[in-house]
């Protein structure tokens, strides 16, 4: 059965406060980024997040660096009004828009990031071409995504026909590591740095949840009573649930971290890439 993706997303949020860099794997992801924008030669550079959601990614960002240009894009209405109201005074700008068809001239950014993006869309090389696009010359596009395909994720799909993520998930679509380097060489940029995270205890973590959330009551309260994926911090709760969420974090982001280098059994590739 297709994946209904107006009634999945539907009142769900990645989260809206701004990731504290600690042991987890949110905060990894952060990182990488981090050393990537830092590096940039022009303070006022401008980035583009596509998929922001309600710009949590975006107030990282802003929390560190007080001087680059952020706009986040997201398709969905609902999550961009939220990013607006929570992100007063952060000079960000927020759009709503579709990030397989950019609303921005050509050469209009020096950055073009998305965190866990193209696995949620029908046409991932049209997103690729439209980031070549709107990136300058010299640009860097920076992403996190799944590489499910030769993960667990794909040994379950081989074994029982189905993947369960999609549902429990939104993944519509599965990568392997390769794969997700030559998209992006195909849409004319180079990559230039990777790094790998969601190893063999990350990933079997990862799996083991996100199959449990085939239950309502466990998807429940995943996508809302996370602390990972709360508004603020009141909404936060002291559970079971997110003690073991905190728990497997930890424990996959301390592997990931020895194994940054390391691709193999790696289910996660954050890559850097410049037109």
Known sequence: MALDKKKFYKGKSWGAMPIQLGKNLPSLKLKYLLEVIKRRKDPAAKLLEIGCGSGRILASIRERDKKINLTGIDLSAEQIRLAKQVNKGREITFV????????FKANSFDYVIFFDFLEHIDHPKQALSEIQRVLKKGGHLHFVCPAERQSVYWASMKLFGRHFKEQ????????????????????????????????????????????????????????TANNFYAKNEKAKKKTIFNRLLTLGNGIAWAESSVFRKVPLTACAVHLTARK
């Open 168 to 223: 429990t998930g939104g993944h519509v679509q599965q990568y392997t590591r390769k794969q997700l380097a030559e998209m992006v060489k195909n849409a004319k940029m180079k990559v230039v740095e990777q790094h790998y995270s969601y190893h063999t205890l990350g990933s079997l973590m990862d799996y083991g949840l996100f199959t449990t959330m085939l239950h309502p009551k466990v998807a429940q309260q995943y996508w």
């Open 96 to 103: 709503q828009g579709d990030g397989q068809k950019l609303p």
